[in-house]
């Protein structure tokens, strides 16, 4: 009976009964199986729709304190899924149970873009607030969906917000004190990091019931949704769901089958389409993780006379850094990077000028634009030689493979190489990330052919100081001074003396001139 004069009264009990309980919520509070209805042809959600739903209900529960006020830590959850598994579904079940079982809930949804948010996820979010058992108290509009009484429609909402970078602050209001908040991001790979990062602050609320579901395919290997797969970091934070499509029910496997059949099971366009893994590397990603994950785990090896070069980023404003690296042969582990901040021109030059005078490098690279130029003119002011590198300039003439815009292309090819060939660096998230960053496009100029072009690096949310450095040590082909650092032994036996050379073209040929020369000795005692 859904008409009765008591019948919101009983509605509104039940309704709060579920406010734990969303498991049970999606199951009863939609039409499943009723004859007429959308749901005819289904009995409920999927096993993996059901297994993160009673996920919620456990921590939830594990967190309650009494009958009307949960006090927990922000419930994270993140799933990555191949195509047409239900993602939406789900987020929609979850902002109605959210939204109508706890009074004043407040939360907002958001995607990768305006398009995926208001053309499909806000039309499946009204498509399942019409099979809602409990529509009548709430009003769905083109950006909201808020309490039906007029009193309560400011504190009692959801809103669909397009993110932009430019204005976070559309986010950082999300407050609630005491109550519930709900935050969805759909698509979550293509939601950049500053996003995320404002949420992050929503999620410290004390006190406060705060959810955070992130879902969407793994299309990018590298952002905070990257980030929620793995232990380090912010991962600690996420409990993460992976969902393949050939699992759920509905989704056209003899399809999927043809697709891996064509393309393999190990091919990128598979992994992130239909398997739920994140791709090897992205679209436009220039190295491939698992070539950096290799290189962070392998021992580091280098050769005996390999040249060591020492290369220096230097920090250009702000939260930039100055980084000092080191590489020998295909060890860039064995000497670990160093990182500074704040750092004018003259203190880095004095660090610089230490560290020469401890590993004894072939060779120090210096970054030379932008204030770079101050530290290589302090270093040769104290009587160093340092090498100035022009990220800008002209890459060397290509002899095979591919051909590079500019030094930094060409710098960081050559890294790619070196990684496949047996590279070792350091075992960082921070350096991961930074790699990981780096994308590329092709060139269109005439005068430059198909040249591999990378992002600049001030259009790069987060400046790749550490990498840019690391590959700094392949701008010139460097040699080892074969001698350096050998102690020299006096002998009473010289056999270039001017008794020695008389005696070696005999007692009446004296011998040359040229043999007598200083220079000539040098060179050949050396």
Same mark, same amino acid.
């Given at each position: 009976?859904?008409?009765?004069?008591?019948?919101?009264?009983?509605?509104?009990?039940? +309704?709060?009964?579920?406010?734990?309980?969303?498991?049970?919520?999606?199951?009863?509070?939609?039409?499943?199986?009723?004859?007429?209805?959308?749901?005819?042809?289904?009995?409920?959600?999927?096993?993996?729709?059901?297994?993160?739903?009673?996920?919620?209900?456990?921590? &939830? +529960?594990?967190?309650?304190?009494?009958?009307?006020?949960?006090?927990?830590?922000?419930?994270?959850?993140? %799933?990555?899924?191949?195509?047409?598994?239900?993602?939406?579904?789900?987020?929609?079940?979850?902002?109605?149970?959210? #939204?109508?079982?706890?009074?004043?809930?407040?939360?907002?949804?958001?995607?990768?873009?305006?398009?995926?948010?208001?053309?499909? +996820?806000?039309?499946?979010?009204? *498509?399942?607030?019409?099979?809602?058992?409990?529509?009548?108290?709430?009003?769905?509009?083109?950006?909201?969906?808020?309490?039906?009484?007029?009193?309560?429609?400011?504190?009692?909402?959801?809103?669909?917000?397009?993110?932009?970078?430019?204005?976070?602050?559309?986010?950082?209001?999300?407050?609630?004190?005491? *109550?519930?908040?709900?935050?969805?991001?759909?698509?979550?790979?293509?939601?950049?990091?500053?996003?995320?990062?404002?949420?992050?602050?929503?999620?410290?609320?004390?006190?406060?019931? &705060?959810?955070?579901?992130?879902?969407?395919?793994?299309?990018?290997?590298?952002?905070?949704?990257?980030?929620?797969?793995?232990?380090?970091?912010?991962?600690?934070?996420?409990?993460?769901?992976?969902?393949?499509?050939?699992? %759920?029910?509905?989704?056209?496997?003899?399809?999927?089958?043809?697709?891996?059949?064509?393309?393999?099971?190990?091919?990128?366009?598979?992994?992130?389409?239909?398997?739920?893994?994140?791709?090897?590397?992205?679209?436009?990603?220039?190295?491939?993780?698992?070539?950096?994950?290799?290189?962070?785990?392998?021992?580091?090896?280098?050769?005996?006379?390999?040249?060591?070069?020492?290369?220096?980023?230097?920090?250009?404003?702000?939260?930039?850094?100055?980084?000092?690296?080191?590489?020998?042969?295909?060890?860039?582990?064995?000497?670990?990077?160093?990182?500074?901040?704040?750092?004018?021109?003259?203190?880095?030059?004095?660090?610089?000028?230490?560290?020469?005078?401890?590993?004894?490098?072939?060779?120090?690279?210096?970054?030379?634009?932008?204030?770079?130029?101050?530290?290589?003119?302090? &270093?040769?002011? #104290?009587?160093?030689?340092?090498?100035?590198?022009?990220?800008?300039?002209?890459?060397?003439?290509?002899?095979?493979?591919?051909?590079?815009?500019?030094?930094?292309?060409?710098?960081?090819?050559?890294?790619?190489?070196?990684?496949?060939?047996?590279?070792?660096?350091?075992?960082?998230?921070?350096? +991961?990330?930074?790699?990981?960053?780096?994308?590329?496009?092709?060139?269109?100029?005439?005068?430059?052919?198909?040249?591999?072009? #990378?992002?600049? *690096?001030?259009?790069?949310?987060?400046?790749?100081?550490?990498?840019?450095?690391?590959?700094?040590?392949?701008?010139?082909?460097?040699?080892?001074?074969?001698?350096?650092?050998?102690?020299?032994?006096? %002998?009473?036996?010289?056999? &270039?003396?001017?008794?020695?050379?008389?005696?070696?073209?005999?007692?009446?040929?004296?011998?040359?001139?040229?043999?007598?020369?200083?220079?000539?000795?040098?060179?050949?005692?050396?």
């Amino acid at each position: 009976m859904r008409d009765g004069p008591n019948y919101d009264a009983i509605l509104l009990e039940e +309704l709060a009964s579920y406010a734990c309980r969303p498991r049970a919520f999606v199951r009863w509070a939609f039409p499943w199986g009723e004859a007429g209805s959308e749901l005819e042809k289904r009995t409920g959600p999927e096993k993996w729709q059901d297994d993160l739903l009673a996920h919620i209900e456990a921590q &939830l +529960l594990a967190g309650l304190r009494n009958e009307t006020q949960i006090i927990s830590e922000a419930l994270q959850i993140a %799933v990555r899924s191949g195509h047409d598994i239900g993602k939406s579904a789900l987020v929609c079940w979850i902002a109605w149970w959210a #939204l109508s079982t706890r009074e004043d809930t407040k939360g907002v949804i958001t995607a990768n873009t305006e398009k995926q948010l208001r053309l499909k +996820l806000w039309a499946e979010m009204s *498509k399942w607030g019409r099979l809602f058992i409990a529509r009548q108290f709430f009003k769905t509009t083109a950006t909201s969906i808020q309490a039906s009484d007029p009193d309560r429609e400011k504190e009692w909402r959801i809103d669909a917000i397009p993110w932009s970078e430019d204005n976070p602050e559309a986010f950082a209001g999300l407050h609630n004190y005491g *109550k519930r908040v709900l935050v969805i991001f759909d698509e979550a790979s293509g939601i950049v990091d500053k996003i995320w990062e404002t949420i992050d602050g929503v999620m410290n609320e004390k006190d406060t019931e &705060l959810l955070w579901i992130a879902t969407g395919n793994p299309t990018r290997n590298v952002g905070r949704f990257r980030e929620c797969f793995t232990p380090e970091g912010q991962g600690q934070f996420w409990h993460t769901f992976k969902v393949d499509s050939r699992e %759920v029910s509905f989704t056209n496997k003899e399809r999927i089958e043809r697709a891996i059949a064509l393309w393999g099971e190990d091919s990128d366009y598979i992994k992130v389409r239909w398997l739920g893994e994140f791709p090897s590397s992205s679209a436009a990603q220039l190295i491939p993780s698992d070539d950096l994950r290799a290189a962070m785990n392998r021992a580091p090896q280098s050769l005996y006379g390999e040249a060591l070069i020492m290369a220096v980023d230097v920090a250009r404003y702000g939260d930039d850094e100055s980084v000092i690296t080191f590489r020998r042969g295909k060890d860039a582990r064995t000497i670990p990077a160093l990182r500074y901040r704040g750092l004018n021109n003259v203190e880095l030059g004095n660090q610089v000028a230490t560290l020469m005078g401890v590993h004894s490098p072939d060779a120090v690279f210096v970054d030379g634009g932008g204030v770079g130029g101050g530290v290589i003119d302090f &270093l040769r002011h #104290l009587g160093h030689s340092p090498v100035e590198v022009q990220f800008g300039s002209a890459a060397s003439v290509p002899l095979g493979g591919e051909r590079a815009a500019n030094k930094r292309a060409e710098m960081y090819l050559s890294f790619r190489t070196w990684l496949r060939e047996g590279g070792c660096i350091e075992n960082s998230q921070d350096l +991961l990330k930074q790699f990981l960053a780096i994308e590329y496009t092709h060139s269109k100029a005439k005068n430059m052919g198909d040249a591999i072009v #990378l992002t600049p *690096k001030e259009e790069m949310e987060d400046s790749p100081d550490w990498a840019d450095s690391l590959v700094m040590t392949f701008a010139f082909p460097v040699s080892a001074n074969a001698w350096k650092g050998r102690t020299q032994v006096k %002998v009473e036996y010289d056999p &270039l003396s001017p008794e020695r050379l008389n005696a070696s073209w005999g007692s009446n040929a004296p011998a040359p001139a040229w043999a007598a020369l200083p220079q000539y000795q040098a060179a050949v005692r050396h």
